[in-house]
């Protein structure tokens, strides 16, 4: 493992993650296959909060916790998508209360590594320390997820972050990133 790697891959809890900078889009889609009976929760379209159309509410979205809210985005032809997205999929009578703690994808080095695992992959003569901004980033991700109760979370930008609970989804991603590798 290096600092630079394009895939990272590990475990939180009960959560398998991935981090990538290989070009995976649309990962969304693939995570809507795994979790037909979850509720999707969109915190963050391009950057910032989505607000809602009058269109999103014809398609069954509502205003919820500074994002969109969908109950069976199964039913849904096409789920919003930018750059710098962030999904959860949640217990579908959940409703999240109030906004993520921060925009996790909108931080493009954003990893779910150890800063210290990472830094010591670091050529010896750089100064050590640059990645601490990491742990309290990473800690209020993990509070976040364990909150809202997520099964999984989906955040597509520079990186493609992936958190969930579901091993056959983690399995799927897990495959996907592989073969572009």
Known sequence: MSWDDR???GQ???YSW?????????TVDLALRF???QALWLATLHCSAPTLSSRDAAEGWVQAGGGLLHRNPSELANIP???DDEYYFIPGDETPLA??????????TFNLESPSTLESTF???????????LRPLQAAFWDHLNQLGAISYV???????????????FAAVLQLVNDLA
């Open 7 to 9: 895939i990272f891959t």
């Open 12 to 14: 939180h809890g009960d």
């Open 18 to 26: 991935l981090v990538t900078t290989l070009p995976i889009r649309r």
């Open 35 to 37: 979790h037909p009976e």
């Open 81 to 83: 998508s930018s750059h």
């Open 99 to 108: 906004p993520p703690p921060n925009r996790f994808v909108t931080y493009t």
């Open 123 to 133: 050529d010896p003569t750089w100064e050590t320390g640059v990645l601490d901004w």
């Open 155 to 169: 955040g597509d930008g520079d990186r493609v972050i992936v958190a969930t609970r579901r091993k056959d989804f």
